[in-house]
């Protein structure tokens, strides 16, 4: 029997220098390209997912791109373990390649995975794909890490400055593809139905870069590149994207890559925080966790024009402009006193872009509760925000049409009165 290398997509979503794929491709044996759906993880979606959707059109777009060499990708349902369990059946396995994921579960299922696979003697090899440094590659000089941005990006571009980039170029060795013969799946075989969401197209270019700096904070300019979703799924190659913005005389735009491998860093070497807040003390502040008020937040409804834009903007197209993700995000913990876990929750089931590392480490900064974080008596006023980015009213007005009609909701609370209850709330809880 022939010997096969599976390659096992996951957050890497293309063909073009992709690190696992490329090692992979060049393992000497023919490679078996799958993607598993995992149930452990899409069980718990909504049925109408737009990053379902999204997942499912890459595949398409992969296996168009493999199908002069007469193969497919293999798109499999259920979980991990008992997939690989059934495809040892059929073909003779000698090697299963994918690249890392960071988050917790993924380390819990990939250790398994890999124990499993050991047991059958068949090789279990990850690369790294999805950031340019991870882990423990970006530490402080005695080992530790880095638990704030700064010096955190100084290291970083110390480092991409002494070492540049890998490439790996698996799009020209699609030649040791191997069909897998597996029927291709469709949203309704998986379970899901078609959600009203958009697919996020991406504008990334010179121009963006350039521009990034002085566009970025107004959202009605929508010049920002929208790759969030991108990077996510790996549908775009984060090694290109650093190539490109490190090109250009402002930095901004990579220094917001860099920001993200600050938080998958931070997500590593601190597992509990998604459910605990970085600084413990934090615990003890008293959330008022209002449920009709987290409802009307949710809705776009708080009598906020900018807070609601956002949240209408986020509920109707999966997305949010990062300066308005500030405002909404402080305006839930800050003015509403509830759980940045609430906020985080309903953004995890909301965001194309959705990453827990970037999701949770953002909520932390604006409820003043994380590494690196915002103090807890920066509290956005709502009011002066739009003063600030949205003077012209063009987002407001594109989101919330309403706003001026009695029919509008009034405040859901007084800007002021909210300020000195969340300062004494906080201060209470840090003075225990």
Same mark, same amino acid.
């Given at each position: 029997?022939?010997?096969?290398?599976?390659?096992?997509? +996951?957050?890497?979503?293309?063909?073009?220098?992709?690190?696992?794929?490329?090692?992979?491709?060049?393992?000497?044996?023919?490679?078996?390209?799958? =993607?598993?759906?995992?149930?452990?993880?899409?069980?718990?979606?909504?049925?109408?997912?737009?990053?379902?959707?999204?997942?499912?059109?890459? !595949?398409?777009?992969?296996?168009?791109? #493999?199908?002069?060499?007469?193969? $497919?990708?293999?798109?499999?349902?259920?979980?991990?373990?008992?997939?690989?369990?059934?495809?040892?059946?059929? =073909?003779?396995?000698?090697?299963v390649v994918t690249n890392?994921?960071?988050?917790?579960?993924?380390?819990?299922?990939?250790?398994?995975?890999?124990?499993? !696979?050991?047991?059958?003697?068949?090789? =279990?090899?990850?690369?790294?794909?999805?950031?340019?440094?991870?882990?423990?590659?970006?530490?402080?000089?005695?080992?530790?890490?880095?638990?704030?941005?700064?010096?955190?990006?100084?290291?970083?571009?110390? +480092?991409?400055?002494?070492?540049?980039?890998?490439?790996?170029?698996?799009?020209?060795?699609?030649?040791?593809?191997?069909?897998?013969?597996?029927?291709?799946?469709?949203?309704?075989?998986?379970?899901?139905?078609?959600?009203?969401?958009?697919?996020?197209?991406?504008?990334?270019?010179?121009?963006?870069?350039?521009?990034?700096?002085?566009?970025?904070?107004?959202?009605?300019?929508?010049?920002?590149?929208?790759?969030?979703?991108?990077?996510?799924?790996?549908?775009?190659?984060?090694?290109?994207?650093?190539?490109?913005?490190?090109?250009?005389?402002?930095?901004?735009?990579?220094?917001?890559?860099?920001?993200?491998?600050? =938080?998958?860093?931070i997500l590593w070497h601190?597992?509990?925080?998604?459910?605990?807040?970085?600084?413990?003390?934090?615990?003890?502040?008293?959330?008022?966790?209002?449920?009709?008020?987290?409802?009307?937040?949710?809705?776009?409804?708080?009598?906020?024009?900018?807070?609601?834009?956002? #949240?209408?903007? !986020?509920?109707?197209?999966?997305?949010?402009?990062?300066? /308005?993700?500030?405002?909404?995000?402080?305006?839930?913990?800050?003015?509403?006193?509830?759980?940045?876990?609430?906020?985080?929750?309903?953004?995890?089931?909301?965001? !194309?872009?959705?990453?827990?590392?970037?999701? /949770?480490? $953002?909520?932390?900064?604006?409820?003043?509760?994380?590494?690196?974080?915002?103090?807890?008596?920066?509290?956005? $006023?709502?009011?002066?925000?739009?003063?600030?980015?949205?003077?012209?009213?063009?987002?407001?007005?594109?989101?919330?049409?309403?706003?001026?009609?009695?029919?509008?909701?009034?405040?859901?609370?007084?800007?002021?009165?909210?300020?000195?209850?969340?300062?004494?709330?906080?201060?209470?809880?840090?003075?225990?």
């Amino acid at each position: 029997m022939e010997n096969y290398t599976v390659f096992w997509f +996951r957050r890497d979503l293309r063909i073009e220098d992709n690190a696992g794929l490329y090692h992979a491709l060049t393992s000497g044996n023919k490679v078996l390209p799958l =993607f598993i759906f995992d149930t452990e993880i899409i069980h718990k979606l909504p049925k109408k997912d737009a990053r379902i959707e999204m997942i499912h059109a890459a !595949l398409r777009n992969i296996t168009d791109a #493999m199908e002069r060499n007469r193969c $497919n990708v293999g798109m499999y349902l259920g979980q991990p373990k008992a997939v690989f369990e059934s495809l040892l059946k059929k =073909f003779n396995i000698t090697k299963v390649v994918t690249n890392h994921d960071y988050e917790p579960y993924a380390t819990e299922r990939d250790t398994a995975v890999g124990e499993f !696979l050991q047991k059958k003697g068949v090789a =279990f090899e990850t690369y790294k794909d999805q950031v340019i440094f991870e882990k423990s590659e970006v530490v402080k000089d005695d080992g530790n890490p880095y638990k704030v941005y700064t010096p955190y990006s100084h290291k970083w571009l110390k +480092r991409f400055a002494e070492e540049g980039l890998s490439h790996y170029p698996s799009e020209a060795h699609l030649n040791q593809l191997a069909p897998v013969e597996q029927p291709q799946l469709s949203l309704n075989d998986l379970g899901f139905e078609p959600s009203h969401v958009p697919q996020p197209q991406y504008t990334f270019n010179a121009t963006v870069i350039k521009e990034y700096e002085e566009t970025r904070n107004f959202p009605a300019v929508d010049k920002t590149s929208r790759t969030g979703a991108h990077l996510r799924f790996g549908t775009l190659s984060v090694r290109k994207m650093v190539a490109d913005s490190a090109q250009e005389e402002n930095p901004t735009f990579l220094k917001e890559l860099i920001w993200r491998e600050f =938080f998958m860093q931070i997500l590593w070497h601190f597992p509990h925080t998604p459910q605990s807040s970085f600084k413990p003390k934090y615990e003890r502040i008293e959330w008022r966790n209002n449920e009709e008020e987290f409802k009307r937040w949710c809705e776009g409804k708080t009598g906020y024009p900018f807070v609601d834009a956002g #949240m209408r903007e !986020l509920n109707t197209t999966g997305f949010m402009h990062n300066r /308005v993700r500030m405002l909404v995000g402080s305006f839930l913990c800050k003015h509403l006193l509830i759980d940045w876990r609430w906020g985080e929750a309903y953004f995890a089931e909301k965001l !194309l872009d959705y990453e827990m590392s970037s999701n /949770v480490g $953002n909520w932390q900064w604006v409820a003043g509760c994380g590494v690196d974080a915002a103090p807890y008596f920066r509290i956005f $006023n709502p009011i002066d925000q739009i003063k600030k980015f949205d003077q012209q009213h063009q987002y407001i007005q594109k989101w919330v049409p309403d706003y001026q009609e009695l029919t509008y909701p009034k405040p859901i609370v007084d800007h002021k009165f909210a300020r000195e209850r969340c300062l004494a709330t906080y201060k209470a809880a840090l003075n225990a």
